[in-house]
Nanobody, 122 residues
Framework: QLQAFGGGLVQNGGSLRLSCAAS????????MGWFRRAPEKEREFVGG????????YYADSVKGRILISRDNAQNVVYLQMNNLTPEDTAVYYC?????????????????WGQGTQVTVSS
C-alpha cells in the first residue's frame, strides 16, 4: 500500500513537500516515481529515484524546481516542489517499480498510491 499526502492549495511561486508512505510492504528495494495528472491531460512522469537513492531523474518540465529523496528506514519518499506555477496543478501520485534505475513510464510501475491534489493559484 502506498499513500501520497501533503497536497493542498499554494500560491504561485510557493512550495510544497509531498510524502509517499508505504505500509504493509517494504519498498526499500523498489525504484519510486512521482507522476501527476492535470485536468483533461494524460498522467505524466514528474520524477523518480532509484532504490538506493543514488540516482534521480526529473522531467524537463520540473527540472530545477523539484527534489526527490527517500528514507528507506522509514519507508517514505518525498517530493519537494519549489517555485510552483498554476501549470503544476494536478493530482500527484507515487508509484513503485521493481525495474532497475529510474523508470519513467507508467506501465513500468506495479504499485500505485492514491493521489493527492496540488492546486496552485495564480
Amino acid at each position: 500500500q502506498l499513500q501520497a499526502f501533503g497536497g493542498g492549495l499554494v500560491q504561485n511561486g510557493g512550495s510544497l513537500r509531498l510524502s509517499c508512505a508505504a505500509s504493509g510492504r517494504t519498498f526499500r528495494s523498489y525504484a519510486m516515481g512521482w507522476f501527476r495528472r492535470a485536468p483533461e491531460k494524460e498522467r505524466e512522469f514528474v520524477g523518480g529515484i532509484e532504490w538506493t537513492g543514488g540516482i534521480k531523474y526529473y522531467a524537463d518540465s520540473v527540472k530545477g524546481r523539484i527534489l526527490i529523496s527517500r528514507d528507506n528506514a522509514q519507508n517514505v519518499v518525498y517530493l519537494q516542489m519549489n517555485n510552483l506555477t498554476p501549470e503544476d496543478t494536478a493530482v500527484y501520485y507515487c508509484a513503485a517499480s521493481r525495474q532497475d534505475g529510474v523508470p519513467t513510464q507508467t506501465q513500468q510501475y506495479m504499485y500505485w498510491g492514491q493521489g493527492t491534489q496540488v492546486t496552485v493559484s495564480s
